[in-house]
C-alpha cells in the first residue's frame, strides 16, 4: 500500500499527457519529497495525498497562457516544492526560481534541483521582498501556493516581477477582484497581470 502512489501517479500524468522523461521526474521529486517530508515538515500528506492534492491540481496549469506565453518564471514560499519544481519538470521554462526563506526547505530544495536534474533552475534562499532585485534578475510570471492573501502578496512580487508581469496563486474556487480564475485540478489558479 505504501507504493499505491506510483500507480496514481501514472495515472493522472498519462491523463495530463506528461512526456515519459518528465514522468520518471516526478517520481523521484515524489520519492525525495516523501524521504524528506517528515525530518523538515515538508507535507503531512501521504504519497497518493501528494500526486491528487498537489501534483494534479497543478498539471492544468503548464499548458494555460499565464504560464505557456512566458520565459521566466518564480516560486514564491516554494518550501516543498509546489508548484515550481512540478511545472519546471513538465514544462521547463527558461529560467526558474524556488524562493524559500527558510534555511532547512530551501537544502531540500537544492538536493532535488540536483537530484532531478532540473537544469535552469536556481533556488533563492530569502524573502522576495527582502531581495534587491536587478533588471536582468527579474521574471515574467510569480506562482505561489497557499503563502498568502493576494492583497498580501502582490506587494512581495513587485521587485521581482518583469514590466508586464503577472502573478498566479492556487487557491478555492473563489472571486478575488480584479483576479481572473482559471481551473486547475480540483482548484482555481488566480491570475492577475499587474506592474506593468
Known amino acids: ?18 512526456e515519459a522523461e518528465a514522468g520518471a521526474r516526478l517520481r523521484a521529486y515524489v520519492a525525495e519529497l516523501l524521504r524528506w517530508a517528515c525530518r523538515l515538515n515538508l507535507t503531512a500528506l501521504d504519497g497518493v495525498g ?9 498539471l492544468p496549469f ?15 514560499g516554494s518550501g516543498n516544492g509546489i508548484p515550481g519544481v512540478v511545472l519546471q519538470i513538465v514544462a521547463p521554462r527558461r529560467r526558474c526560481l524556488l524562493i524559500e526563506p527558510r534555511e532547512r526547505r530551501a537544502a531540500f ?8 536534474g ?13 531581495v534587491s532585485w536587478t533588471a536582468a534578475a527579474r521574471v515574467d510570471l510569480v506562482v505561489s ?14 521587485g521581482l ?4 508581469g503577472a502573478v498566479a496563486l492556487w487557491g478555492e474556487p473563489a472571486e478575488v477582484d480584479g483576479w481572473q480564475a482559471s ?8 491570475y492577475r497581470p499587474c506592474f506593468t
Do not use: K
Open 1 to 18: 500500500m505504501a507504493e499505491a502512489w506510483r500507480g496514481r501517479l501514472a495515472a493522472v500524468v498519462a491523463a495530463a499527457r506528461v
Open 161 to 164: 516581477l518583469a514590466a508586464g
Open 145 to 158: 501556493r497557499a503563502v498568502a492573501a493576494p492583497a498580501t502578496l502582490l506587494p512581495w512580487c513587485a
Open 118 to 130: 532540473l537544469t535552469r533552475t536556481e533556488v533563492v534562499e530569502g524573502r522576495a521582498e527582502a
Open 109 to 116: 530544495l537544492r538536493h532535488l534541483v540536483r537530484t532531478v
Open 62 to 76: 503548464a499548458a494555460t497562457p499565464p504560464y505557456t506565453g512566458v520565459a521566466s518564471f518564480a516560486d514564491l
Open 183 to 190: 481551473p486547475a485540478g480540483n482548484g482555481v489558479t488566480l
Open 50 to 58: 501528494i500526486v491528487e492534492r498537489l501534483i494534479a491540481p497543478t
